[in-house]
């Protein structure tokens, strides 16, 4: 179906940060299928461990206990501040089990006949009905109406405008399960979110008993340089969303909770291929290749590197570009409001200097490389883009 505008070339192969087109065109992927290929194109642990599992079990029923599942379940609440894990297929998936959840605390811990989350105004949490609807972005919305009711939005990193809809809403009691929000917002352009913003909002979800969750879909899994979002913000939610770059490239998502938050019972949710050996295998392989390459260090060093090239590019072209900001390897480039082209015409621009890039927003311009770029491949990306830049 004609859901997507596609750039016109076709990539048939990948080796590391490098993906190939049906011509023979090589690029450097500063994409990975949108913050997803964690360690790469073609990763030789991720190859051997997804091939030794297919000789061994593929898929099982949830109906059975399942082995892979249980042991990445176990790295998860390791190394996290939650102690279950429900696994699904996708962000979306993974953040309509985090509604339910929501919804299941605003009837049974916080008696509330309608349950409320709220989310904030130019945030992404998926397109299925729910998730588009906690989605604060109108345009995601035209067409869908009616949309699933009891969410409700305020303004990113706006505290005041954030107690206020808080107020609104439970002037009269108890009204709202949850907040759902994206540590950095991704798909709305790259927008960090604010430590003094997120610690009032922890401290007002936990004096109402109201869930505070992370949408950690895309910057999870050591995108930012630590290995969940939240760790930038110097707070713990109640619960958190995954997906993208846990399974380095394999449909999965993941809702993980902390014991308190934990109102799920037998028969509540449930998903045929959520959690299922395959799946958990790559997900296994990175999370022991994370550990393993030391990958957060890189990540940190890497995300400096392209942050400190893409301030130098704003010198350069300060009729083009005005700002970068993000965290570790998901930076973004804000252009000038006048500039002569969008973020989208600048990515498919950079397709003839041999360079993916990806839009987030009419504005801003991504760079989301594997977890496993090394220096020079930093160096190449921003050579091309600065070619790219020339061009326009
Ligand atoms: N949440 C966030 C923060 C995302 O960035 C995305 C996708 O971009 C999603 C949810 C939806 O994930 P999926 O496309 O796997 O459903």
Redesign the pocket.
Known sequence: MGTYARFPITLVKGQGCWVVDDTGKRYLDSVAG??TCTLGHSHPALRRALKRQLRTLQHVSNLYRIPEQEELAHWLATNSCASSVFFCN??????EAAIKLARKHGHTRRNIERPIILTAAS??????LA?VTATGQPKYHQGFEPLVEGFDYFPYNDLQAFEALLERHEANGPAVAAVLI?PL???GGVNPGDRTFFKRVRELCSERNILLIL?????GMGRSGCLWGYQQLGIEPDAF?L??GLGGGHAI?ALLVQQHADVFQPGDHASTFGGNPFACRAGLTVAKELERRHLLENVQARGEQLQAGLKQLITTYPELLKEVRGWGLLQGVVLQDNAKVNAAQLAAKALDHNLLVVAAGPSVLRMVPPLVINSREIQILLKRLETTLAHC
């Open positions: 949108i913050a996708s962000g979306a998936e993974a953040n945030s992404f949490h998926g397109r299925t998730a994206e917002q991704g798909e949408d950690e879909v895309q910057v969303t997906a993208k998502g």
